[in-house]
């Protein structure tokens, strides 16, 4: 499939304090790719009791103007546009993006606890896009980090299309790939401490070997690439945002599978626990099968 060699970018109010704008301007400078960013004005709200049309429709317009604005000045010659919409609007960010090189929102920092409580335009979109949908925190600063690109696998063959888009992330910013792999024995309960020992030990040692093999076959790709491997063991989520926050990684490259579009709506746990924690930008690359 052709991917459109551009950028979206979906913005509220609080754009200039989430920190997707300045990441996709980062991103657009290294691929030398243009941005599209969009407003969208949610027009269910339009019949709701107080809702002032042409209020909301002169704020709007107001915000894409600011944005535009700062997309003219900054340091590049690319033609970034910033365009208002109407519509729901995680369908529409989905739909707008479909083709493009990826579609970029931010998350609101809403605290340690409050994380539970994610936006719900943010996973909505990563639900229904069927392009890459990288995730900004409120307020994250890309020249404040030194880390690596961390890209978590599970042990499925599919994870091509993640390693990719993993490598190439790392590749425009002189930074290695770490594979990460977090995995746990499932709950025996007629397992005692000694067969538990036993077995985790093999499942430790079939897991490193294996993301070696995998690493040394895409190292072998992407010589140019530095590619470490990270297998640990533990409760997925947590692992995936630990390893992240002890390398400072300045990116995490994760996979969703969408099996159809209408079970797309079932996004994977880990998933959505990772994207409801992770304090670095997160990649969700959709998997198709």
Known sequence: MNVKPVIHVGVDGSWRDTGALEWALQESLLRQEPLQVMHVIDEQGRHAPGWDPDAVDDASTELVNDVQKFLDESPDAL????ELMVGPPARTLAEAAAGSRMLVVGRRGLGVFRRLLIGSTSEAVVIRAQ?????????????????????????????AAVLEFAIAAAAERSLP???????????????????????????????????????????????NTTIQVDVRRGHAVDGVVTAAEECDAQLVVVGTRHHTRLMSVLLGSVTRGVLHHATCPLAVVPVQV
């Open 131 to 159: 392009v890459p949908v990288v995730v900004v925190p409120a307020h994250w600063k890309p020249t404040d980090h030194t880390g690596p690109v961390l890209v978590a696998l599970d042990d499925a063959e599919d994870n």
């Open 79 to 82: 033609d970034h546009e910033a």
């Open 177 to 223: 790939v770490r594979i990460l792999h977090v995995w746990d024995l499932p709950a025996v309960v007629s397992w005692d401490a000694m067969n538990t020992a036993g077995v985790g030990a093999e499942w430790a040692e079939n897991a490193q070997r294996h993301f070696e093999n995998v690493a040394a076959e895409w190292q072998a790709k992407y010589p």
